[in-house]
């Protein structure tokens, strides 16, 4: 079956550090998203890649990293920069035309991060 | 820049029909899409416009006017499990099929 997974489902963490969630598809798509997704809002895009090996920023790029070293995958790092990380974080894909699929992304279950 | 404005909250009954609707402020955009979000969930496609007018998928239609800078879901015969958030999205026309999404509405349906 073709999607998206991310993992984990629940992450927690602690004052000062680096966490990193994973988003991994199996869908052939050439553009990853990352959103943040705060109780009660709409999804705000911190990073996207079109293509492997690059990557540009989202509307809340700030305190995330993220890397593209395989089409199939677009892990995020949330960084200690990041002082309010407390959301729900979405991992999209879809292809890069504009016919057919194009318009669609496609969203992973998402991960739950939470600060201790 | 793009901005979206949707109610927040919206409450039917099981059978009845309900509007959504979006208005939007874009430099420019290929589109407007909209997405469904259980509690807890994903959000998942429901429709997209790229021209004005309605699309119709089963229980569920859309409508864009570009004019108006409007756009709304339809969701007719409506069903308790049709309660969930709805978001209106546009499809930006700059680099990387970037969707700028609305705020999203709250759709309760009861009996």
């Known amino acids: 079956d073709g999607g998206i997974t991310q993992s984990p489902k629940y992450l927690f963490r602690k004052e000062g550090q680096n966490v990193t969630l994973s988003c991994e598809q199996n869908?052939?798509?050439?553009?990853m998203y990352w959103y943040r997704q705060d109780p009660g809002q709409g999804l705000r895009l911190i990073y996207y890649?079109?293509?492997?090996?690059?990557?540009q920023k989202g509307d809340i790029a700030e305190g995330y990293s993220v890397s593209r070293e395989k089409k199939e995958s677009f892990p995020l790092t949330v960084t200690s920069a990041q002082k309010n990380p407390t959301a729900f974080y979405l991992c999209a894909s879809s292809s890069t035309s504009l016919s057919g699929t194009g318009e669609t992304q496609y969203f992973g279950p998402g991960t739950r991060l939470l600060v201790l | 820049g793009q901005s979206l404005e949707q109610p927040s909250e919206v409450t039917a009954v099981e059978g009845a029909i309900v509007q959504i609707n979006c208005t939007y402020q874009?430099?420019?955009?290929?589109?407007l899409s909209w997405y469904q979000q259980h509690d807890g969930g994903a959000p998942t496609f429901l429709s997209y416009n790229a021209l004005d007018g309605l699309e119709e998928t089963g229980r569920f239609s859309s409508f864009l006017s570009r004019s108006d800078s409007y756009g709304y879901l339809l969701l007719q015969e409506l069903q308790m499990k049709d309660s969930a958030s709805y978001f209106c999205?546009?499809?930006?026309?700059?680099?990387?099929?970037?969707?700028?999404f609305g705020g999203g509405t709250r759709l309760m349906v009861k009996p």
């Open positions: 999205a546009v499809l930006g026309n700059n680099a990387g099929n970037m969707l700028t």
């Open positions: 874009t430099s420019g955009f290929y589109g």
């Open positions: 890649s079109q293509i492997v090996n690059d990557f």
């Open positions: 869908l052939n798509h050439d553009a």
